[in-house]
Structure formats: C-alpha cells, structure tokens
C-alpha cells in the first residue's frame, strides 16, 4: 500500500506539473477580475486533475462492483458539472441539485450507513423505516436522509473553505490520513483505507502547487471532489462521521454558523460571500499561510485526538471544540480589520 500511494502522490505531481503548462494553452485560466484581484490569472480549475487521478488509481487497483460504479458515476457527474460551473458560473438552484443527485446515487448503489453511536449512550438506527421498491429493493429512508444531509454538507463546506488557495488541500490531506488510519490500524478496513490514503497522496500532490503563493486553483471541480470524497468515506461502514467532523471541524461548524447568520439576516445560505473566518482572519492582518497552518494544525490535533477516544470522548472533544470555535469569532469581531500587506493572495471564492 505504501508503494501504491508513493506511486499515486509522484503521478498526481508529474500531472499537476504538465497542467501548468497545458492548461495556459487550452484557455483553461481563471478570472481574477471577478473578484477585484490585480494579478495574473492562473491555470483553473486544476482539480479536473486530481479527479483524474483518482478515477485512474481507483479503478486499476479496486475490485468494481455496484458501489463502486455508484462512486464512480458521482465522482464523474460532479466533476462535469463543476468543470463547467468554473468556466461559466452556474445557479446555484444547478449545483445544489446536482450535489443531491450524487448523493443519491451513491445510496442508492450501496453506500448507507445503518446506524450512528449516540455520544449518551447506546445506538441511533436509520434503518427502522424500510421503504421498498420494487426495481431497486429495500431502502432504509433514514439512512438515505441522513446520506443526503450530510454530503450535501461536506461537499459545500469544503467548496466555502476555498476562499484561500491551498486551504482545500491542506485540510483534505489531512482529512484523508485521519480517516485512513482509523480504518486501517482500529477498524481493520483495508479497501476504505487504500481509497482514504490514495486520496491523502492526490490532495497532498496538489499542496506542492497551491499552497499561498499558489500556481493554480483547484475551482469548484476539486473543492466538492474532495467534499464529496470526505463525506462519503465518513459513512463508510458507518462510525467515521465523528472523526471528519472533528479532523475537520473548524470548516464544518464554520459553514454551520455562515449558514445560521445568513438565515438569519435573509439572506441565501448558498449565495458566495466574504463572512467565513478565513475571510475575517484575513481582514484582520492574517496572511494566507498563516489561516491555513491554524487550519490544519487544529485539524491534525483534533483528528490524531479521535483515534485514540471513545465516542464519549469525541463528543466532549467536540465541545470542545465549538467553544474553540466561539472564541476564534468573537477575537476576530473585536479585533479591528488591519489588511495584510503582503502581495495579493490568489483567493478564490
């Protein structure tokens, strides 16, 4: 396995590599003047690789039955999609549809989670309502909402967090280890755990590229991939969903409270805006390289805390960290904005 991931993160490397050259000359850039930005524009939307990529490894080293044609089938409509929608923005009413026809495909072909572990004790079932079907058979409706909510979640969380090129990366990387060493040393899952660190190398590859100053943007094509792909191993065999939500907790709850405020304000929750912490970090004198170590360096500490706690502990680390959480946004509300002065970060929204 080790060799395998070895292999995958050089060849997502050597891709990234050749995109930079490739994309300039297939009119593959982004658009900087959308946003206000003086800079030159970059090779857009390079996540197209890293789904490639994947696809590629996926299916060369994976025995492929109805799940994984499923996982397949979601992976290639989303990325399609998003290809486009980074090329020429589409209603988010569009994307938003899309997002939740993924998630039902992948359920539909066998990607369900029966039960979750409730943090007080004992187990919650999603498959006490069975509704049947005849062309397709037995459905647990609970597990299926509860498939739809939650990769609708991570996928658009993770596309907010990519308000700071590289952020989506980073965070995915390390995403990707944490869920792979649970299911490899504590839950003995080799498949899931191949496909989890296969991922960590074809994240980590694009690091190399689009850490601050970054060379390209992932778009949309690699910030929902890679949300797609964290929620999806997260109900793998059920029990993950504690552990992205705390290796990835910062962006989760971020997106939780951007939700709330712009609910609360009337606003469309899935309208773009500047009112994610990364954004107030930034206003406040932050650079890019600086959001993005606090980031992952909460991620890492949260994640590598999760495989070692029971359920009881993760629900207090999780506490835990939504005070954190509190206290990060109530620093950055009275702080006054100081921008930064460094050169302008190739952000993406």
Not at 135 to 163: E, H, K, Q, R
Not at 198 to 212: H, K, Q, Y
Request: charge should be positive; hydrophobic fraction near 55%; glycine fraction near 12%.
């Amino acid at each position: 396995m080790v060799t395998q991931v070895a292999i995958v993160f050089l060849a997502t490397a050597v891709m990234y590599a050749v995109s930079l050259r490739l994309f300039p000359i297939l009119g593959l850039m982004d658009f900087p003047e959308r946003y206000g930005l003086k800079r030159a524009r970059l090779p857009y939307p390079a996540g197209i690789v890293a789904i490639i990529a994947f696809l590629g490894a996926f299916i060369l080293t994976t025995d492929i039955g109805r799940k994984e044609i499923g996982l397949i089938a979601a992976v290639v409509l989303l990325g399609t999609v998003c290809f486009f929608d980074d090329r020429t923005p589409l209603p988010s009413s569009v994307r938003l549809t899309i997002q939740a026809l993924c998630a039902v495909i992948v359920f539909l072909t066998g990607s369900q989670i029966y039960t979750i572990t409730n943090p007080l004790g004992g187990i919650i079932k999603l498959d006490s309502i069975i509704l049947t079907v005849q062309a397709i058979g037995p459905i647990p409706v609970l597990s299926g909402v509860f498939t739809l909510v939650w990769l609708l979640f991570t996928i658009n969380a993770l596309n907010w967090l990519d308000g700071i090129t590289g952020q989506v990366s980073a965070l995915s990387t390390v995403g990707f280890l944490m869920l792979g060493c649970l299911a490899y040393f504590r839950n003995g899952e080799i498949q899931t755990a191949q496909i989890a660190f296969t991922l960590s190398a074809i994240a980590g590859a694009g690091i190399l590229f689009d850490f601050p100053p970054g060379k390209m943007l992932i778009g949309d094509a690699g910030s929902m991939f890679f949300g797609l792909m964290l929620g999806l191993l997260g109900i793998f065999s059920g029990g993950k969903v504690a552990t992205v939500f705390l290796a990835l907790g910062i962006p989760l709850l971020d997106a939780v409270f951007v939700i709330i405020r712009r609910i609360s304000q009337g606003k469309s929750p899935f309208r773009g805006g500047r009112d994610h912490l990364h954004h107030l970090l930034l206003a406040r004198g932050w650079s890019p390289r600086q959001v993005i170590l606090l980031m992952t360096g909460a991620g890492t500490a949260f994640g590598v805390a999760a495989l070692f706690l029971s359920t009881g502990g993760k629900a207090a680390l999780g506490i835990v960290l939504i005070l954190l959480m509190l206290l990060l946004y109530i620093q950055t509300r009275n702080l006054k904005p100081r921008p930064w002065r460094g050169p302008p970060p190739a952000t993406e929204t």
